[in-house]
């Protein structure tokens, strides 16, 4: 089959001597250099001169014979394109786009036609594929997709293993040459030192990518088929995703970066006032704690006087938000064709209630619709389930795929890929932001559709409450992978660390074996509300172990909307500090892995001339990891721009900071 495949590469892309037989293009700074070659087709990619990527092999196999006979070259155009576009929300109040163009127009003797298109960045690259409409052509269908990642040096890799299903696993950190396949975002850091991260931007209309190691250190894409194995099918026309590599000089660059945003279209929602960042609570954590049910029954959570109480909770902690999960009827016929209805509610949940509540209280709801992977249903479903949420107010819509899709479909194929696409855009049509769990991977579309606000699609808080859970590099490792595609939901703010007022009513969960806990310090728990950004932002933890409590003032004034962000200092798996602004005042969320460490954080990005108070919430003398997780100290301090911040965190600790000017 392989060698089938790279015919079909040679067939496409053979061009002939037209034109130069290597085309080059760089970054507006000069540093990345792309080269492409013919006969057959192939890219490679230097930085400063040294090659990152090897020759690698470019090309579509499609079921359409008359796409095989060799291409030629016909035109080379280029184009460069510096601007600053403002996002609806993001850690930035302004993105720079800036980026040199090469796009190769290809054509055969059976007439048909196919663009290969380059953007380069100063920090990094993206390539795609586009189809245009043509004639005497009513289908397109893609049996393979030939993309080569021949990365030219060794490298230490932090990835999850290829997996058409689910995004929930825990990261590896091994050699690159050791990892077999990968779900996209994998990152890696070069022998020398050099950063990179292959993922794709603007997944639309076709199958998810994931890799497969050729041998060494080359990987080629294999897209998640359809259940006929076909990998895309298309009417008329086609664009695939961008292929992206991003490339750094250090690792919080990555997590700085725009390109993956950059490589997907402007909003596509003309009137985005009703899209604004929020934090929230919920009736979530108990349920998978055991303490509480989505099922109607003794211990249900999602009862009208339970809401209530995260209402006023939220009322009184400027908190906008409440999330109710298992609200509605169908939980307990979980698994089965059309269990869920998403607009009948359980007997002890009176909705209209709840929603007039809330609205006295100035405190907005968060819709929830599981769909236990029954997507058929739910899409005859989703335009009454969603109009019946805007008509009462509510803007905010979180969505759960957990369970089986129909069969034969994979979870990040095209089928499902499109699914997901017309659950945004139906929601933009009812002015409903979402937070989508068990979603396809994020790719920044989020720019086209600024209502697509959040998602999971990583192994998330959750996890802690019924495994061994998460490991402290674990935060250390997903802001440079899975976070690079855009937000993530983890829901961090745990407070009960170890569960120490946790009643056990249920183990629903075979996971569980009596071990599981958070795997932090509380001061860390805090720091991730900074580190892990999402624009809805949410305190997961049951209200009970926030009442009262100190630290939770810090999320009672944080912001969920960033004018800048800065990474100051960062290393894969190991530790991270991020500085996020709002307006004058500025937050800081420092973490560690298992190891103990001391951080220099200089403040020189404060303005000069102005004292500011740090407001400081660390783990203490006698906070432990493993005994005493949850003790924490709150101390202030006097700074400025001079000032060079000490960092001191234990074993899976890290700070949150606040920092506000002081008045004269």
Known sequence: MRNYIFLGCVFIFFACQKVAETQAVLSPNGRITVTINKNPLTYQVKLDGKLLIDQSRLGLMMSDTSFHSAFEIQEVSRNIIKENWIPVWGTDSVVLNHYQELKLKLANKDDRWMDLCFRVFDDGVGFRYEIPKQERVDSLVILDEITEFNFAQSAMAWSIPANYESYEFLYRTCSLDSVQSANTPITLRTDDGTYMSIHEANLTNYAGMTLINKGGNNFECDLVPWPDRIKVKAKTSLMSPWRTIMITDHAGELIESHLIQNLNEPSKIHDVSWIKPMKYVGIWWGMHLGAETWTMGQHHGATTENMKRYIDFASSYNIQGVLAEGWNTGWEDWGKLGAF?????????????????????????????????????????????????????????????????????????????????????????????????????????????????????????????????????????????????????????????????????????????????????????????????????????????????????????????????????????????????NDDSWWIGTTTDEKARVLELPLSFLKTGINYQAIIYADDADTDLEENPAAFLIHHDRVNTETILTVKMVAGGGQAIKITPLKE
């Not at 989020?446 to 959750?462: F, I, Q």
């Not at 996890?463 to 829901?491: K, Q, V």
């Not at 969920?560 to 960062?570: D, M, P, T």
Request: no cysteine.
């Open 341 to 581: 209805d998403q607009t009948t509610t359980y007997a002890d949940y009176n909705f209209d209630e709840v929603v007039a509540y809330a609205r006295q209280k100035k405190v907005e709801l968060i819709g929830h619709h599981e769909t236990g992977g029954d997507i058929l249903t739910y899409e005859q479903r989703m335009d009454t389930a969603m109009q019946m949420l805007s008509n009462h107010g509510i803007r905010v819509l979180k969505t759960g795929y957990a369970g089986p899709i129909p069969k034969g479909q994979f979870h990040h194929g095209q089928w499902m890929v499109n699914h997901y696409r017309r659950v945004v855009e139906t929601a933009a049509k009812y002015q409903l932001m979402l937070d989508v769990h068990e979603p396809i991977k994020a790719t920044g579309i989020s720019r086209t559709w600024p209502n697509m606000m959040t998602r999971e699609g990583v192994r998330g808080m959750e996890w802690n409450a019924w495994s061994e859970g998460n490991p402290p590099e674990h935060h250390l490792i997903i802001p440079f992978t899975r976070g690079l595609g855009g937000p993530i939901d983890y829901t961090p703010g745990i407070f009960d660390i170890k569960y120490e007022k946790r009643k056990r009513y249920v183990r629903w969960n075979s996971n569980d074996k009596g071990n599981s806990r958070v795997n932090t310090t509380l001061a860390k728990q805090m720091a991730l509300w900074v580190t892990l950004y999402s624009p809805l932002q949410m305190a997961s933890d049951q209200i009970e172990n926030y009442e009262g409590h100190p630290a939770f003032k810090f999320f009672e004034n944080l912001p969920v909307s960033w004018n800048e962000s800065r990474v100051l200092a960062a290393e894969i798996g190991d530790y991270l500090a991020v500085a996020r602004r």
